[in-house]
C-alpha cells in the first residue's frame, strides 16, 4: 500500500468536494475527531485507513496484503475517480446536502431508482443542480447518494413525478453486486 500522489490526491479532492464540500486534506490526511487516518492506494483502489493501522501494516508482505481498512472509491481505466457506495458513511456524516425519503419509496431507491418529488420528504437549503447529495430515511439511517438534478427552490414547483436526485450509489448493491465490490 502507498500513499496517494498529488495528482491522485487532486482528483479525489475534487470528487468528494461534489457530495460533502471542502475538506480538510494535509498532506495526504483527513483530520476526523481525534484520530488522524490516511488515503492509500492499493491495486487502483483507494482505502481509507487510520495510520496507526498503516504503520503495523507494514509487517505484512505486499503479496499477502488483500485490503486494508475501507475502499472508498477506484480509479477508472481513463484516470478518473469514481467513489463507491463503502464511503457512505463517510459522505453521510460529513454531508452538506441532504434528502430525506419517505418510507414507501425507499425500496424504490434501494433498487436503483432516481428520487422523485413525491418521494421527498424533506431537503436542506440552498442545493444546486450538479450538487452531490446523501440521500437518507426518515429514520437519518444513511441509504446512498447521487446528483441534484434541480435546486431546492425547483423542487418546490416540480410536479410529483418530476426527478429530484439522480442515483449514483446505495446500499442495495451490497446485494446486487456483491461479486464486484
Known sequence: MSLLTWREEQKLRLKVRYSIGE????????????????LTERRNKIYYVSESLVKRATNIARPNLVSLGTCIGKYTHGGNF???????????????HKVWLKPQ??????????????????????IAP????????????PLGFGVAAKSTQ????????????????????????????
Open 105 to 126: 419509496s425507499e425500496m424504490s431507491f434501494l433498487y436503483g431508482n432516481h428520487v422523485l418529488k413525491s418521494a421527498l420528504g424533506r431537503i436542506t437549503e440552498n
Open 82 to 96: 469514481h467513489i463507491t457506495v463503502q464511503a457512505l458513511n463517510l459522505l453521510a456524516a460529513n454531508a452538506k
Open 130 to 141: 450538479g450538487d452531490g447529495v446523501v440521500v437518507f430515511s426518515m429514520s437519518d439511517v
Open 154 to 181: 425547483d423542487c418546490r414547483k416540480l410536479d410529483p413525478n418530476g426527478i429530484v436526485v439522480l442515483h449514483q450509489a446505495d446500499i442495495g448493491e451490497y446485494l446486487r453486486m456483491e461479486d464486484e465490490l
Open 23 to 38: 475538506v480538510y486534506l494535509l498532506t495526504h490526511h483527513f483530520y476526523i475527531v481525534i484520530k488522524y487516518y490516511c
